[in-house]
């Protein structure tokens, strides 16, 4: 297994595992973000779908277009967080709300561009090919 691969299943398992301990926890995750606990159940269940396909459909797709599709969610990860955190800090208690509610949003994206991808040919190129094809 590449390392570029094992990379993105990683993604798509932490994206999993987070979405468990949302499920599991939701009540006792909530309350600190002062986000009611059905949000973070249904993105809890948001998450375990959207890194399961991440998981199925990685090998099947272009590494280039998970590269990209990757890069685009964490970049969007990035700011939802700092927006949450700045609606914090200026003592909004919707910034938990922003961060939870781009956790249930954007997996299921990122699973929907998954699977419309056209499959990569198994036997078209090397495991190791280039990411800037």
Known sequence: ??????GATADGVFKVVLGAAFVLGHTRLGDPLGVPAWLMAVSGVALLIGGGIEIRYVRRRPM????????AYDSGWVVASAAALVMAWQGSTAGGELWVAYLTAAPLLLAALLIRTPASAPDSAPASTSVRE
Do not use: H
């Not at 297994?1 to 094992?6: E, T």
């Open 1 to 6: 297994m590449s390392p570029m691969l094992a």
């Open 64 to 71: 280039a277009t998970c590269l990209r599709l990757m890069i």
